[in-house]
């Protein structure tokens, strides 16, 4: 859950680099939340709940992405990639599960020896 925190609370923190660990913690808390508040939309009959959720990690979601892909030295337009249908997704996935650079750089030093010193 302190990732999950964490990502929220660098909500429009586009630039630096993020950990594996810190974007896949917070995708996955995420669609945990969407699948609850989906069963208790189903059950009021609305859609209310899950669509203000979804509106409220959209930049948060798109932040923590970016920096995930800043991690494997790669540009965060590289995100856009996913706007072509299936094999953009999966392109996307990949580079998002790719180990991040073990040294700084561009994009600012390695997440995992700032926690470690830190």
Do not use: C
Request: hydrophobic share 55%; no cysteine.
């Amino acid at each position: 859950m302190d990732w999950y925190l964490a990502v929220l609370k660098n909500y429009v923190g586009f630039s630096g680099r993020a950990r594996r660990q810190e974007f896949w913690m917070f995708a996955l808390v995420n669609i945990i939340i969407s699948i609850v508040l989906a069963v208790i939309d189903n059950v009021a009959g609305t859609a209310v709940l899950g669509s203000i959720y979804a509106l409220a990690v959209l930049l948060p979601s798109i932040a923590v992405g970016i920096r995930r892909l800043h991690d494997t030295n790669r540009s965060g337009w590289w995100v856009l990639i996913s706007l072509i249908p299936f094999i953009g997704s999966i392109i996307l996935i990949v580079f998002l599960a790719t180990e991040g650079q073990p040294n700084d750089n561009q994009y600012g030093p390695n997440p995992k020896l700032a926690s470690v010193q830190g």
